[in-house]
């Protein structure tokens, strides 16, 4: 056999090998992206769920804040206003989160995958912070002005006291929830459940992907 034909058979081979390793990678890709569809398309229901609880709630909500407020409630209606702001901000965020489970489920690029799910999942993150502000608010509701005026070391000291201790628990909780405190106990009791398993889930197969595209640029 000629040279030149052990050439030909050589390159036809290589050529060949590449073809069946682009094949495996596609495939890798179309599997992968499947199954962070699958997982992510278990995020629409309690999602949903959650907003079909929270937007009663919010009118209800703003209910309390007009009474409060036709009343002549300075602190109620603070307090029940604020309340009312952040939920109406959740909601939102749940809204946006639902629009963008739709695109990773309809998204054709593992890049827009990745993208879309790391929007999805700092809006996550955002929503569960936001809904921790609400806490000291709680106690300014109750805050009556006439016991006020009428109690202002002792009444006015418990209140003061209750607000102090809620914001502080809020601070540490917000604090707790950040991305930086991935190794949080407090944490990941928190974000778990079903609203958070398959985002978590799916975070950790694209991960997988990205250390396999780290691992094969290394090996190029």
């Known amino acids: 056999m000629k040279d030149q034909e052990l050439v030909d058979i050589w390159k036809s081979y290589g050529s060949t090998m590449d073809e069946v390793v682009a094949v495996n990678k596609q495939l890798a890709m179309e599997v992968t992206k499947g199954r962070v569809q699958k997982s992510i398309g278990k995020l629409r229901r309690p999602k949903a769920m959650i907003l079909m609880i929270g937007i009663p709630y919010a009118v209800f909500m703003c209910g309390l804040t007009a009474v409060a407020f036709l009343a002549g409630g300075v602190f109620p209606t603070i307090g029940f206003g604020a309340i009312?702001?952040?939920?109406?901000?959740?909601?939102?965020?749940?809204?946006?989160?639902?629009?963008?489970?739709?695109?990773?489920?309809?998204?054709?690029?593992?890049?827009?995958?990745?993208?879309?799910?790391?929007?999805?999942?700092?809006?996550?993150?955002?929503?569960?912070?936001?809904?921790?502000?609400?806490?000291?608010?709680?106690?300014?509701?109750?805050?009556?002005?006439?016991?006020?005026?009428?109690?202002?070391?002792?009444?006015?000291?418990?209140?003061?006291?209750?607000?102090?201790?809620?914001?502080?628990?809020?601070?540490?909780?917000?604090?707790?929830?950040?991305?930086?405190?991935?190794?949080?106990?407090v944490r990941q009791f928190i974000l778990s459940g079903n609203e958070w398993d398959p985002l978590i889930k799916s975070s950790d197969i694209l991960d997988q992907l990205k250390d396999l595209k780290d691992a094969e640029t290394t090996a190029t």
């Open 84 to 185: 009312t702001i952040i939920m109406l901000l959740t909601i939102g965020l749940y809204m946006r989160q639902l629009y963008l489970i739709g695109q990773i489920n309809g998204a054709d690029e593992i890049q827009h995958v990745q993208e879309r799910l790391s929007k999805l999942k700092l809006s996550s993150y955002n929503s569960a912070r936001l809904a921790v502000v609400q806490l000291p608010f709680w106690s300014i509701c109750w805050i009556s002005m006439d016991a006020l005026i009428d109690s202002p070391w002792l009444y006015g000291g418990i209140n003061l006291l209750v607000l102090v201790v809620l914001t502080y628990i809020t601070y540490w909780l917000y604090a707790q929830l950040s991305l930086q405190k991935s190794q949080s106990k």
